[in-house]
């Protein structure tokens, strides 16, 4: 299973992994489009995303969450009706919305963060559980 | 006496917001107790004890189907 | 597939702020299918859901329909609210028709997937008219824009079996069957006057149908007179914006605020993801308001073992998803997989069973004196699948119980059935007669009203015992709540449009245990308030449980928590967002006005509606019986002291119990004359010219029936 991680002691608070991935979802720089946030506490950053952690596939009151093959939480925009319940029942406020979006979204450790991070504060794990 | 939903009953030294719901089989857990007005939170329950001539309130919030 | 006997195409309309503007009739006698508009008065004066239902019912009807009158008509619709996928419970339909029980309108409700597809087919409400030669299935397809009416001869008649197959059929595959919706009855439906309509969605997870219930009143029995087997609807494309919202920020907003108190909270509070409706049953049970054979007594030691404990450990598949319209979290409709049927024409099928509702486990197990879960699982799946509506079943069988119990009909007389209190078998039996029309099933489907007099003329019963115990108003079967010590409850289903049903108002704890509502003009108020709160959902298409089986983590901190402010905002902020109408508070309770005192008015029309037709059996009000009293006995004689100046020690127990029915009997007519004041109707129940034109329903049908009581 691949989830993101993020080191708290490195991450300096500069935002490029919020920019890389609101840009390569959605095409532009906006933070509220991205799947990592990160959160300033006193100077110390860290970081809001997917764990990969799976409570919301039976939640989900359409059945369109599910894992894939690489074991991350995925949501079918086929099956999708946009009613944000995974939204309010994340446990770590990890899945997103946004009012011009028909379906939420969330981290799927792609790794665009990771490469985009000039502190080298992310890494994508790889796990062998499969996560169910 | 002290009044429970504004009826009577009697009191007695050392009845504390948990004895005073078992005893009156108060058994339903979403309630709200109140002692002249004041909110009772529910870990307080067995701490808290009623006095004499108190004015107690249990509101059960129960929906129906 | 039968023959296709017509078939139309047509456009399906946008929807715009939660309207199509267009309904739909269908008459399944001469085959016309006509689109009518849907006009800005209808939407000022009833918003849709039961509003729009009344509306067509009063235009289709006149005051000598019959139930089975060819004009007789089902409508059906949704509302402005229904179909969106953010805020919990936005699934629920509304139908409406004259009732075979009653004779006046029902109202009935039901979740599932049925009214958010027709709307989404692009109609606000579809009317059913006329009578078939034969049975007919109905088809809307929504993407296709087409219409289709075939023969149905040759398909089944119970739900579990049609539904899943029309679904199969309808659906192009396995994928595509989330995207239809059945309604249909069952082969009770025919010889039972309680017939009820069962409305499928299908579950992807447990790759079954699963059914809501439009229940009370009889529906089920008009359909199939109709010869309407069933109704299909197919829509594709569920988004959140369907509706095309004026606001989708705050309802996506709202929504996820309230899906964020559901997973945070239902767990210390109600446990409705767990068990549903049924997690009051010990707690009804120990407050000694859990209806107990036939409304004797409020409860039995044996209720333990059949507590939301044994359910959720033993039968209900528990951790996933059981909400009947997409976006509802509260997601309470459980249900029992792998369910091995003993008995019937299924006997030995594992089938899924919808429930058991909290109705289900009173109804069909303390009402009738059964504490056996199996048995209770077993009549509630033959309920379903039969057609016939589970609450006029369990109050009747309760009664049929009671009058065997006292001597007043034998079993000779129920055809060799031994209809004794606890016996699950004998009402199984039942439920197959009913099934088959035959043996003592089609007299015990009558219900109660009819069933009081057959008794009398045909088996010599007391007819002032059947008055008393056998548990009807207006001809509809009371629900299941002990309610003999709340007299604001008493007014709550007798001082009803449709029926002793507790959707209007279910007030038994705040009048008895919290002691809330303790003056008539207290009990006024609250027979005012919920019953018009609680019916704008049915306006709208909203389920009444998101709004207080849930409540915040602060409501106890507002001024009145038994209403959950910040819920009733949240409906406030959502009307407004979806249809682009900022309306507030008082309006809400306004809107609700209109069309239940229009209501009360098209009974009147129908020959009732008036207070003669509000009275309620005496075992809604006190104990008939000795052993009743006695059961009570320390409260009753304290009542007797306290509010009666008497003396109870000097007193027979048939001149306690005499006294305390002319008291209570007293109190409830004192009750009636409060809150028909408060409603702004006259003394004998009738809206006064005055109150209908405040509210803004001063329209010329209604004076012209208001004013021939006055």
Redesign the interface.
Known sequence: MKILTHKQEICTGCRACELACSQAFFRTDDRLKSSIRINNNFNTFHAIMCTQCGECINMCTANAIYRDKNGVVRIDRKLCVGCLGCVGFCSELSMFYSDDLLVPFKCVACGICVKACPEDALEILVSQSKGD | MISV???EQPWREGLNVQSLLDEM??????I?VRINGE?VPEEAYAARLIADGDDV????????? | MGKILKQIRYTPAKIERGYSNKSLYINVGDLRIEEKEVTDFMKEKFVGGKGFDLWYLWNAVTPETRWDSPENEIVMSVGPLGGITQYSGAGKTLVCAISPLTGIPIDSNAGGYFGPLLKFAGWDALELQGKAEKDLIIFIDGNEGLISIEEGEEYPEDSHLLAEELTTRFAGSEEDKVHVSVVSSGSAAKHVLMGMLNFSFYDPRRKTVRFKQAARGGLGTIMRDKRIKALVVKFKGIKPNLNNPADIATLNRIGVKYHKEMHDLDEKQNGMRKIGTANTILVMNKYDLLPTRNFQTGGDPDAVKVSPEVFITQYLTQGLHDGCWYGCTMSCAKAADHFKLLTGPYAGQCVTVDGPEYECVAGLGSNLGIFDPQAILEQNFYCDTYGIDLISYATTVAFIMECYQRGQISQEDMGGLDLCFGNAAASLELLHQMSRGEGFGPLAGLGIRRLKKEFVERFGADPRLLEDIGMENKGLEYSEYLHKESLAQQGGFALTNKGPQHDEAWLIFMDMVNNQIPTFEDKAYALFYYPMFRTWFGLCGLCKLPWNDIVPADNYKTETPAKVPEHVQNYVDIFGAVTGKIIDKDELIRQSERVYNFQRVFNLRMGSGLRKHDKAPYRSLGPVTAEEYLSRQERYDKQLRELQGLDPEAMSLDEKIAATRAWREKQFELLTDAVYKRRGWTHNGVPKPEHLKEIGMDLPMLLEVVEKHL
Do not use: D, E, P
Not at chain 2, 25 to 30: A, E, S, V
């Open positions: 939903n504004t009826r089989g108060f058994i339903f857990r979403h709200i909110y309130q249990v509101l059960h919030l129960i929906a129906g189907g």
